[in-house]
């Protein structure tokens, strides 16, 4: 079971589990509709080491990068769901529009994002990078978002 923990008290978490030799891997993301591909992605995630910590955006954030109509399902939900799943041993919600103050703060040895991004496109590697983290891509495989599950809710229930 994962535990939310505000970020700078997980900074001080991260840093006594890695003195104990720890590997602490970070990945970050809305979680606004869980799906499969998400799942797909945390597993992968933890396989790069000991302790998975997943960055969550806030409801401002989700808001300021998706639009006003999300994020659909409130953060203190998401957070709950992503507590409670197997791979994932701490979140911490940010409230900026990316995870850069968030890693700059709990320096992970390594950090995960899905396929659909690049490495030299991250705003975060260059920090990741600086201090000596490893930033790695990884394709969940799997052709669901949650923009295609808004979309196909919203064809499926508007015909009446």
Request: charged share 30%; with cysteine; net charge positive.
């Amino acid at each position: 079971m994962g535990v939310l923990l505000p970020r700078e008290e997980l900074a001080v978490v991260i840093r006594k589990l890695q003195k104990n030799g720890k590997k602490v891997v970070f990945t970050n993301g809305v979680f606004d509709l869980v799906h499969a591909g998400h799942v797909r992605l945390l597993k992968k995630a933890k396989k790069y080491g000991n302790v998975l910590v997943i960055g969550m955006n806030s409801d401002s954030s989700v808001r300021m990068i998706k639009g006003p109509k999300r994020p659909i399902v409130e953060e203190k939900y998401r957070a709950e769901l992503l507590c409670s799943l197997q791979p994932i041993d701490y979140v911490t919600i940010f409230s900026e529009a990316t995870p850069e103050k968030t890693i700059e703060l709990l320096k992970p040895d390594v950090h995960v994002k899905g396929g659909d991004w690049k490495a030299e496109s991250l705003p975060e590697a260059k920090i990741v990078r600086s201090y000596g983290g490893q930033v790695v891509i990884e394709n969940s495989q799997c052709d669901i978002t949650t923009s295609t599950i808004i979309k196909k809710i919203i064809d499926v229930y508007s015909k009446g």
